[in-house]
């Protein structure tokens, strides 16, 4: 199995940006399609941003296209989250996803249900 944790979360006002890490223990993640999701109180957990394994397919959440930018190292078992521009509504607790069904996946999920392995989360406050 692989263990995932975030780092680089915090406080930051508006217009700021922030870059999330996620480090993969474990398996090799090579080949396992990732993704950042988030949750704010009261709300459902939403998606964020997903990469594929070969980095050639980036999906994005409408609210947040052209500001994230979400990438992967895989030498250095870590996938990455900028966040430029960033809004208040952003605030969120911020968590990353992997899918262990490998290079099956050409265009990752933008649904929970297609991860099956996730960080324990990491808090983003946008102050306005």
């Known amino acids: 199995q692989v263990q995932l944790v975030e780092s680089g979360g915090g406080l930051v006002q508006a217009g700021g940006s922030l870059k999330l890490s996620c480090a993969a223990s474990?398996?090799?993640?090579?080949?396992?399609?990732m993704g950042w999701f988030r949750q704010a109180p009261g709300k459902e957990r939403e998606f964020v941003a997903a990469?594929?394994?070969?980095?050639?397919?980036?999906p994005y959440a409408g609210s947040v296209k052209g500001r994230f930018t979400i990438s992967r190292d895989n030498a250095k078992k870590s996938v990455y989250l900028q966040m430029n521009s960033l809004k208040p509504e952003d605030t969120a607790v911020y968590y990353c996803?992997?899918?262990?069904?490998?290079?099956?996946?050409?265009?990752?999920?933008?649904?929970?249900?297609?991860?099956?392995?996730w960080g324990q989360g990491i808090q983003v406050t946008v102050s306005s």
């Open positions: 990469i594929s394994w070969d980095g050639f397919s980036t």
């Open positions: 996803a992997g899918s262990s069904r490998g290079r099956a996946i050409v265009v990752p999920a933008m649904s929970t249900r297609g991860y099956d392995y």
């Open positions: 474990g398996r090799t993640f090579r080949d396992d399609a």
